[in-house]
């Protein structure tokens, strides 16, 4: 995208003057309304745009900085691992040294499970069933209100002709918008 032609900056320069000045009375000024809207539009998408590209240089730059401390951290924390994995050789019972500036640690963890979820399914079914959980129905609201029909602020089942509880029905105006076309 490129700049303004001085037409389009014209428009912009003239915002102001038209929203005190233009009553939209007849096509023609129902148009220098879209071309106000066009023109606004296209200095929203110039914004973006070179915001986007400062935003993503600096994020290209943090991203860069913090992976070289990120590097250098890892670097000193295997060098601490190496340590207190000596001291644990000397006293297994060492699992935390406390030191001024900080706490090593080693605690055991959980294993992760991997899971095949169908031969594990496969294989409860048959040997542990209780460990089954029987799923909750869900509606099919999609389907149900295509089987119903809208009358007033309720529905109704046209089968039946009984009003559908739990279900009101709001109408709403139509939605206006405005589309200006891209240049």
């Known amino acids: 995208m490129g700049q303004m032609n001085p037409l389009m900056q014209n ?19 129902a148009c220098r309304a879209l071309r106000k809207i066009q ?5 929203a998408a110039e914004i ?3 915001a986007d590209a400062e935003i993503n240089r600096i994020n290209e730059w943090r991203a860069e900085e913090i992976r070289k401390l990120n590097d250098n951290i890892a670097w000193f924390e295997a060098l601490l691992y190496a340590y207190h994995h000596l001291e644990l050789e000397r006293d297994p019972n060492r699992k935390t040294i406390k030191l001024p500036y900080g706490t090593l640690q080693i605690r055991a963890q959980q294993p992760v499970f991997h899971r095949d979820e169908e031969t594990l399914f496969n294989w409860v079914a048959k040997n542990k069933p209780k460990y089954l959980v029987p799923q909750d129905p ?20 046209p089968e039946t002709g009984e009003q559908v509880p739990g279900v009101t029905v709001e109408e709403r105006p139509p939605k206006f918008s ?3 076309e891209e240049e």
């Open 178 to 180: 405005v589309k200006v």
């Open 39 to 43: 023109v606004l539009k296209k200095k």
């Open 11 to 29: 428009e912009l320069d003239t915002i102001e003057e038209a929203k005190e000045q233009l009553t939209l009375d007849s096509p023609e000024s």
């Open 48 to 50: 973006e745009r070179i």
């Open 138 to 157: 869900k509606l099919d609201w999609a389907g149900l209100k295509s089987a119903l029909k809208v009358a007033g602020n309720v529905l109704i089942d």
